[in-house]
Nanobody, 114 residues
Framework: VQLQASGGGLVQAGGSLRLSCAAS????????MGWYRQAPGKQRELVAF???????NYADSVKGRFTISRDNAKNTVYLQMNSLKPEDTAVYYCKVTKALEDYWGQGTLVTVSS
């Protein structure tokens, strides 16, 4: 499974960005698709994930501001980020799980200026 993430960039606090992550290759059987982030000097943390059935889970820090969705026909997962804060600055990684194996994308940088 190969993952290609896009959509990062520089935005002012209060602004919005939409991340995309397209899966290709051996995609049959992908179950969970999600986003993680890693800020400088910090550990990678879960942002949100969505299952095949559409169940979602969010980190408390992004609830009400971020929305995860997926288009199974396009094998793509999205992260709509609204009301961005400087503390959302991080490299965002997509991850998919297939048959209990995890596959990671290359990361896309999100920078939120105050």
């Amino acid at each position: 499974v190969q993952l290609q993430a896009s959509g990062g960039g520089l935005v002012q606090a209060g602004g919005s960005l939409r991340l995309s992550c397209a899966a290709s290759g051996s995609i049959f059987g992908i179950n969970v698709m999600g986003w993680y982030r890693q800020a400088p000097g910090k550990q990678r943390e879960l942002v949100a994930f969505i299952t095949n059935g559409g169940n979602t889970n969010y980190a408390d820090s992004v609830k009400g501001r971020f929305t995860i969705s997926r288009d199974n026909a396009k094998n793509t997962v999205y992260l709509q980020m609204n009301s961005l804060k400087p503390e959302d600055t991080a490299v965002y990684y997509c991850k998919v799980t297939k048959a209990l194996e995890d596959y990671w994308g290359q990361g896309t940088l999100v920078t939120v200026s105050s």
